[in-house]
Nanobody, 122 residues
Framework: QVQLVESGGGLVQAGGSLRLSCAAS????????MGWFRQAPGKEREFVVA????????PYVDSVKGRFTISRDNAKNTVYLQMNSLKPEDTAVYYC???????????????WGQGTQVTVSS
């Protein structure tokens, strides 16, 4: 089992930036893929991007292309999501998840963090 703890969310004005972190502990070797999802009020959970510990990643969801960047620090077992040029429509709870393969569905991932709230004001 992998334990995930997100941090870095908060309130920011439109056009601002935030960096989310997801620290993994436990059996990280069994889950080589880390994904970021988000869920806005009244909407389904949405895949954002995923990365492997070896460096490969999926494409970003269209709505964040050119603004968000995923990265990882293997030594710290931590994955980051740098979010720039934030828009009000980016407001959501952001979750990181660990899985054994690349996937864009929640069911592709075995472990989830508690989520961190990102609120972008206009």
């Amino acid at each position: 089992q992998v334990q995930l703890v997100e941090s870095g969310g908060g309130l920011v004005q439109a056009g601002g930036s935030l960096r989310l972190s997801c620290a993994a502990s436990g059996r990280t070797s069994s889950n080589n893929f880390m994904g970021w999802f988000r869920q806005a009020p009244g909407k389904e959970r949405e895949f954002v991007v995923a990365i492997s510990w070896s460096g490969g990643r999926t494409p970003y969801v269209d709505s964040v292309k050119g603004r968000f960047t995923i990265s990882r620090d293997n030594a710290k077992n931590t994955v980051y999501l740098q979010m720039n040029s934030l828009k009000p429509e980016d407001t959501a709870v952001y979750y990181c998840a660990a899985g054994r393969s690349y996937g864009v569905y929640s069911s592709d991932y075995d472990s989830w963090g508690q989520g961190t709230q990102v609120t972008v004001s206009s």
